[in-house]
C-alpha cells in the first residue's frame, strides 16, 4: 500500500476579496503523478505557487512528510524536496547543457564552484544519469541555446532530477512542442513517476490520456471532481460547471472533450 506524501487541507488564497483557491482536501501519495486540469483562472497556477512558497495562502496547510509547507519560505521548501518547472523553460542558454545540470545540482556550493572546481565522481555521476534520462547524453557538451523548444524543456526536468526532490511541480510541459516530442515528455514524466511523486498542470488533453492517471479537475479554485479521465468527463458536476453557463465555458470544455448535450440527451 503506498504511502501518503502530500495532504493539503481548508488551502485558501484571495487576492483584494477574490477567492482565487478554496481546496478544502488534496492528497498525493508516494509515486503518484497526478493530472490538475481546469478552464483559466480555476486556481491552478495558485495552487502550485502556494506548494512552492510563492504565494502565502490565508488559511490551511499542506503537509509533505508531516511539516507544513506553508510556514516554510521558498528556500526551505526546495531543502524540503519540492521542486518546480515552469511552462517557459529557464535554462542558462550560454552554457552547455552538462554546466546547466551542474549548476542545478543539490550539493549548492554555489556558481563559481560549481563551474571552476573540480567535480567529485557523484556528483558526474549523478549529472550522466539525469542526462540520460532526460534523453540529452549526447547534448552534454552542446550550448543550450542552440537545443529545440522540447530539448529545452527536458534540460530543465533534469536541472530538477539532479537536486533529487520528493515532489515535482510542473506547470505545462507540453506546451509548444511537436506531437512526438509531447509523446517523449509523456514517457519521461511516466518514468520519473517510479521515484517521485509528479503534479502536472496540462491542458492538452491528448497528453493527459497518455499519462492515463488519476485527474483532479479545478474550478473556481476549488476541487470540483477526481478520478480517471474517464470518469471525470463523465461527471454531471464537471459537464454542468463546464457545458451549462457560457460560451466560454463551452470553449473549455472542448478541451476535455466534453460536448453539449445532444435531444437523446446524451453528449455527443
Not at 15 to 38: C, H, P
Not at 90 to 103: E, G, I, M
Request: proline share 4%; aromatic share 6%; hydrophobic share 40%.
Amino acid at each position: 500500500m503506498s504511502k501518503e506524501l502530500l495532504h493539503v487541507e481548508s488551502l485558501s488564497v484571495s487576492f483584494d476579496g477574490f477567492k482565487a483557491l478554496d481546496v478544502e482536501y488534496f492528497s498525493l501519495q508516494e509515486n503518484e503523478l497526478r493530472i490538475v486540469i481546469g478552464p483559466n483562472g480555476a486556481g491552478k497556477t495558485t495552487f502550485m505557487d502556494v506548494l512552492c512558497g510563492k504565494t502565502k495562502p490565508d488559511t490551511g496547510k499542506a503537509e509533505m512528510d508531516g511539516r507544513d509547507l506553508v510556514r516554510m519560505d521558498e528556500k526551505e521548501i526546495v531543502e524540503a524536496g519540492v521542486g518546480r518547472k515552469f511552462q517557459t523553460p529557464t535554462v542558462f542558454p550560454s552554457l552547455t547543457v552538462f554546466d546547466n545540470l551542474r549548476l542545478a545540482h543539490r550539493d549548492g556550493r554555489g556558481v563559481f564552484a560549481s563551474l571552476f572546481q573540480r567535480l567529485s565522481p557523484a556528483i558526474k555521476a549523478d549529472i550522466l544519469r539525469a542526462s540520460q534520462t532526460i534523453g540529452l547524453e549526447a547534448q552534454l557538451r552542446q550550448q543550450a541555446a542552440y537545443l529545440s523548444h522540447g530539448q529545452k524543456q527536458w534540460l530543465e526536468i533534469g536541472m530538477l532530477i539532479v537536486q533529487d526532490p520528493r515532489l515535482l511541480l510542473i506547470d505545462e510541459p507540453a506546451a509548444g512542442m511537436t506531437d512526438e516530442e509531447t509523446a517523449k515528455t509523456g514517457e519521461l514524466l511516466l518514468e520519473m513517476s517510479k521515484q517521485r511523486s509528479i503534479i502536472v498542470i496540462e491542458h492538452d488533453m491528448e497528453f493527459v490520456k497518455q499519462l492515463a492517471r488519476t485527474v483532479t479537475v479545478l474550478c473556481e479554485g476549488r476541487v470540483l471532481t477526481e478520478g480517471s479521465m474517464e470518469k471525470v468527463q463523465q461527471d454531471p458536476k464537471v459537464i454542468e460547471q463546464y457545458l451549462g453557463r457560457s460560451k466560454v465555458d463551452k470553449a473549455a470544455a472542448a478541451d476535455i472533450g466534453l460536448r453539449p448535450a445532444t435531444p437523446g440527451g446524451e453528449n455527443a
